[in-house]
């Protein structure tokens, strides 16, 4: 007798047939079924069935995300698949002790007891959260997002070319000489990470090498922790046939090992059940498999799509460009993340020349071949005036250019929309991996907000789900979605939460129109909830980027705000428009002289580069990679996490940076005390103390630091936060957190084997000017030193960690720390006492030493100059491994901007705040009151991505400033600048724009 096991997982099919002894006789190909889940069973069930006669099958059984549905529907049991894939595992071999599983959706640490008479059971189990990050749909993700660069344009998905696809990505990636850092803990970073790189000139080996490098990283960090994963250890499901990954995974585990059948070992479980139970049917009525496909009325729904009032135009084309004259011409270009575009306009500002291109990860080589199709749509007659250029890869191209303009994307789109229509208010603007919100007033941006590092409801997002359930996003997709008369609501979520979302409904029945429809009214629900939040809407609203195309997704804003969308014609190349028509206006304010470029000469120029390691500063150890082009006879460097490389937008003076200045003067109060800080060579001596300079230590370090030493001990100070700490720290996670708990691990990680005793105290609160402010540092701060005890595995005798409440004052705060201190370190109580109290008093120095420097700064300010106050937290503010050094790009931008600390602000009355819980919150919102009260000051806060209180605090924030803008920076374990130099130049000149009107009105 023969048994078959079905294994129907969230993205392929795998088939088993065993004999009655267990022997697999039969393997079916693994086989993606792209949504069309009951088509695919059946065919995969029809080739099995084919191949063994009727009666000599025993039984069939399924397994898998989708497999209890389709079990239901055919009456054929179903085994859960944790079990299945435990049991194939082990029948192929018997003696693993731990099983890394990677699947479709899900990623997995299955390890495994044995028992004496041969049996085995499951000894703990670890599995991925929602997230699918790090997994085989991960992977398609980004593989599908380099189809272009790999292929051209022409890639169309389908699985045998997705199979093709993922070998030669597989295969490119092998050749890589050093991968890049890439961050894998979520596939929004993963892909800002990639953009980034690629238009910095990474070459693809590198990135997709750092990829998978990055992904196992993220495995071991979320999923094994610190848990002791016991050999034989064996890799199975989807992801084990990518060579990549399992060579990845071999650093951690020299001897992991792919057994046979890996991707079907599910199915393999599944069979054996079926056998070992005798419960199987052997029949299956593939007809009621086919024809299964009743919508279930349980789905919460919504208002089928349809447009009333927006007039959409069709046709989108350009008028063939055949001047009988030479025209003068300035040219714009964008180069976006996925796509890149020109926009030709002539003197009076007229579009007589576009292109659209994907940008195949590839900004050079696009951009040559927009100038070529540029040079031969044009003709001769064009006279070219200039080139200014927009988007994530604006300063590549526009140094390769050599460009008279280069703006970031904001400013572009709402300059070219303007220009379109002068009485819009709103922008809405979705581009490939970022969301925008313009408001305008008098024709000019006056606020702004972009997403912040989720891109669900992005142009990319849309594309990868259309992907996943094999949909032309190029027509099919809208008439899919205006199609269905009852669309299924979905929650607007992150992009792989909403895709288990719709795996989820459709293994529940629901048909691909519903749930494309559906899509649709999520992406703009995300897009409103999330990106433009309660910023207001204006009367006339502009709809940009690649999905205004999609008449689905304009319908569904229609619907939503109950009004016509205006959808010009063009939209798609707005942002090159605006950039040449800012160039066009400079130059008839400014005067422009005209460059001698030879373009035919760009297209076909050979870009020439290589890789070195920057040496740029002795004192720096990042050891960044540099891409070095050469552009003919001129040499261009790019790369490094500093921004020392970036083209600088700014051509005034540098402003005065208040971030270096708070950093000198905490290192000289600092260094007033004998301090070492680590090295790799550092060995451990007695009478050492390590203190991470990390977290609170970051503002509080000077008390630390003056405390220890007046014990009589050597205090070692970790160096400032780099790639290698923030990489240690990241391995050694036991729990999710945010990215400075991670980097605090890695300080901690770095000191371990090089003191003495480790000085990580429990800090629980912070001083407060007012008696009914609590104080309270964040949760994972307070318990940071719980954390990496148990992930580091620390022993109990070296850690030093009393719990101490500051806000208590000195006094209390001298018994905490004896209380908790070695007895064979504390000395005799007076000296103690002595300690503590002229480190306080240091402490104090240094703040009153700040704020009274910042007195001096607000003195000499110019009041008709804006000031930027920043606001965050000591670890997002003055460590530079977390803030990509901000203080030193706004200085380069010519951005007076003022850290919080240098701000006396015992007097802001916060009583409408009544009770306020967080000690550094309070500092935060009082900067705001501040912040509001001052015409010429202006916002900006710095966050990390999952900060629990700044959840909170961020809306407090906003509702103090009423209608101030404000910009805010959500940063996290991203290796590159380049999109908070889009904010941060983006707010600068909203900036701008409303301290030029104050001006007006000041004179009128």
Request: aromatic share 8%.
């Amino acid at each position: 007798m023969y048994f078959i096991g079905l294994d129907v997982g969230s993205v392929s099919i795998n088939a088993v047939v065993i004999d009655s002894h267990g022997h697999i006789v039969h393997e079916e190909p693994y086989r993606r079924h792209f949504g069309l889940v009951n088509e695919d069973v059946a065919t995969t069930l029809q080739g099995v069935l084919e191949r063994f006669a009727t009666n000599e099958i025993g039984g069939i059984c399924f397994t898998g995300i989708q497999g209890q549905r389709v079990a239901s529907v055919v009456g054929a049991p179903f085994e859960v698949e944790t079990i299945a894939q435990v049991a194939g595992a082990l029948h192929i071999a018997p003696s693993t002790r731990s099983i890394i599983s990677m699947g479709g959706q899900d990623a997995s640490l299955f390890q495994i007891g044995h028992n004496g008479d041969g049996s085995w059971y499951l000894d703990a189990f670890h599995m991925n959260g929602p997230c699918a990050s790090g997994t085989g749909s991960f992977i398609d993700q980004q593989a599908e997002r380099l189809a272009c660069a790999l292929y051209g344009d022409d890639f169309q998905l389908s699985h045998e070319r997705l199979d093709s696809l993922l070998q030669d990505f597989i295969n490119l990636g092998q050749q890589s000489t050093s991968p890049a850092a890439v961050a894998c803990r979520c596939t929004v970073f993963t892909k800002s990470d990639m953009i980034h790189l690629q238009n910095k000139g990474e070459s693809l080996s590198n990135i997709i090498a750092g990829l998978h490098s990055g992904n196992a990283a993220n495995y071991m960090s979320t999923i094994v922790a610190n848990r002791e994963v016991l050999s034989p250890v064996i890799f199975i499901g989807g992801m084990a046939s990518n060579a990549l990954q399992v060579e990845a995974f071999r650093r951690y585990f020299p001897d992991l090992q792919v057994p046979l059948h890996h991707t079907s070992l599910g199915a393999l479980g599944a069979a054996l059940r079926v056998r070992n139970r005798g419960d199987g049917t052997a029949g299956i009525d593939m007809d009621a498999l086919r024809q299964n496909h009743q919508h279930s009325s349980d789905f919460p729904r919504t208002a089928p799509l349809e447009l009333r009032y927006t007039h959409f135009e069709t046709d989108n084309s350009l008028k063939p460009f055949a001047p009988d004259k030479p025209v003068r011409a300035f040219l714009g270009i964008d180069i976006g993340s996925t796509s890149t575009k020109y926009a030709l306009i002539d003197e009076q500002g007229t579009l007589i020349g576009k292109c659209y291109r994907p940008t195949q990860g590839k900004p050079i080589e696009v951009s040559q071949k927009l100038l070529r199709h540029m040079l031969e749509h044009s003709g001769p007659q064009v006279e070219l005036l200039g080139i200014a250029t927009t988007g994530s890869g604006r300063n590549v191209v526009g140094d390769f250019v050599s460009a008279d303009l280069i703006l970031d994307e904001i400013t572009a789109h709402a300059t070219g929309a303007v220009a379109v229509d002068p009485s819009i208010d709103t922008i809405f603007e979705i581009g490939g991996q970022d969301s925008k919100y313009i408001a305008i007033d008098g024709a000019y941006p006056v606020d702004f907000v972009m997403n912040k590092v989720c891109a669900a409801g992005t142009g990319s997002f849309i594309h990868e789900l259309a992907n996943k359930m094999k949909i032309n996003i190029f027509g099919e997709f809208q008439e899919i979605a205006l199609s269905s008369p009852a669309p299924v609501h979905l929650a607007e979520r992150c992009t792989v939460f909403m895709e288990s979302d719709m795996a989820g409904y459709a293994q529940k029945g629901a048909g691909r129109d519903e749930l494309i429809a559906g899509l649709c009214y999520a992406i703009v629900h995300n897009y409103l909830h999330r990106v433009v939040e309660n910023r207001p809407i204006g009367k006339k609203v502009m709809f940009l980027g690649g999905p205004s195309l999609n008449k689905g997704i304009v319908a569904a804003f229609e619907r939503v705000l109950d009004r016509p969308v205006l959808v010009p014609k063009h939209r798609e190349v707005m942002g090159a428009f605006g950039a040449a028509l800012t160039l066009m206006r400079s130059s008839r304010n400014q005067g422009l002289s005209v460059r001698q470029r030879d373009l035919s000469q760009l297209c076909e120029a050979t870009v020439e580069a290589r890789e070195s390691i920057c040496r740029a500063e002795k004192d720096c150890h990042n050891e960044c990679k540099l891409k070095i082009y050469q552009f003919g006879q001129r040499k261009s460097i790019w790369g490094g996490d500093c921004g020392r490389f970036e083209v600088s937008h700014h051509e005034g003076r540098a402003a005065s940076n208040y971030f270096l200045e708070r950093q000198q003067l905490f290192r000289e109060y600092l260094e007033r005390q004998p301090v070492i800080f680590a090295t790799p060579s550092l060995s451990r001596q007695p009478g050492t103390v390590g203190l991470p300079a990390s977290l609170h230590v970051l503002d509080w370090g000077i008390f630390w630091t003056h405390f220890l030493s007046g014990l009589g001990l050597q205090v070692v100070l970790t160096p400032p936060t780099n790639g290698a700490l923030a990489l240690l720290g990241t391995e050694s996670m036991t729990a999710e957190t945010c990215y400075p708990v991670k980097v605090f691990h890695g300080h901690v990680a770095a000191l371990v084997d090089q003191v003495e005793w480790l000085f990580l105290p429990n800090v629980i609160n912070v001083p407060i000017a007012e008696s009914d402010e609590r104080g309270y540092l964040c949760p994972l701060v307070e318990s940071s030193h719980f954390m990496t005890k148990a992930a580091l595995r620390l022993k109990e005798q070296q850690v030093i960690s009393p719990t101490v409440h500051l806000k208590d004052g000195v006094q209390l705060v001298t018994e905490a720390l004896w209380e908790g201190f070695p007895a064979v370190l504390r000395a005799d109580r007076k000296t103690f006492r002595r300690a503590v109290e002229s480190a306080w008093q240091v402490q104090q120095e240094f703040t009153r030493a700040i704020r009274q420097r910042g007195e001096e700064i607000l003195r000499d300010a110019d009041p008709d100059e804006p000031l930027w106050v920043v606001t965050g937290r000591p670890y997002n503010l003055y460590d530079e491994g977390l803030n990509l050094q901000i203080g030193k790009h706004l200085s380069k931008l010519g951005i007076a901007a003022l850290p919080m600390d240098f701000l006396h602000l015992d007097g802001e009355d916060l009583s409408d705040f009544p009770g306020m819980y967080w000690g550094l919150g309070g500092r935060i919102l009082k900067t705001a009151k501040a912040i509001a009260r001052h015409p010429n000051w202006f916002g900006l806060h710095i966050s990390n991505f999952s900060c629990g209180a700044d959840s909170f605090l961020e809306h407090f924030y906003q509702h103090i400033l009423q209608e101030k803008p404000s910009l805010m920076l959500e940063l996290d374990e991203h290796s590159g600048v380049a999109g908070t130099l889009t904010r941060v130049e983006a707010f600068r000149n909203v900036v701008n724009n409303i301290m030029m009107r104050q001006r007006a009105t000041t004179s009128g």
